[in-house]
């Protein structure tokens, strides 16, 4: 059974950085892609970013540029790079583990608790 485990959330003021994790337990051979949603308050939960089996990303238009995610698979996480950080990109961030058909992603049922990030004006 795998479980995820989001860290690395906080406050940070607008033009900040910062590195959230996601740790999983169980190995990360039997995982294909894996990404990094958001929810902010009142909406909907949104797809940011991607990483395939084979570590190509992807990114949606409003963090490309901004944020970069990798996974570790030695140490079995996923990690988000936030920078320039902005007051709309406060939300809570969650990890998923899915599968890439062609250039979408496709989540399974498999959420964390989620990290809450909160960016000041």
């Known amino acids: 059974q795998v479980e995820l485990v989001e860290s690395g959330g906080g406050l940070v003021q607008a033009g900040g950085s910062l590195r959230l994790s996601c740790t999983i337990s169980?190995?990360?051979?039997?995982?294909?892609?894996m990404a990094w949603y958001r929810q902010a308050p009142g909406e909907q939960r949104e797809l940011i970013a991607t990483i395939s089996g084979s570590g190509v990303t992807d990114y949606k238009h409003f963090v490309k540029g901004r944020f970069i995610i990798s996974r570790h698979n030695a140490n079995n996480t996923l990690s988000l790079r936030m920078n320039s950080l902005r007051p709309d990109d406060t939300a809570v961030y969650y990890c998923?583990?899915?599968?890439?058909?062609?250039?979408?992603?496709?989540?399974?049922?498999?959420w964390g608790k989620g990290t809450l990030v909160t960016v000041s004006s």
């Open positions: 169980g190995s990360m051979s039997s995982i294909d892609a």
């Open positions: 998923n583990t899915g599968r890439m058909v062609g250039v979408y992603y496709y989540p399974t049922n498999r």
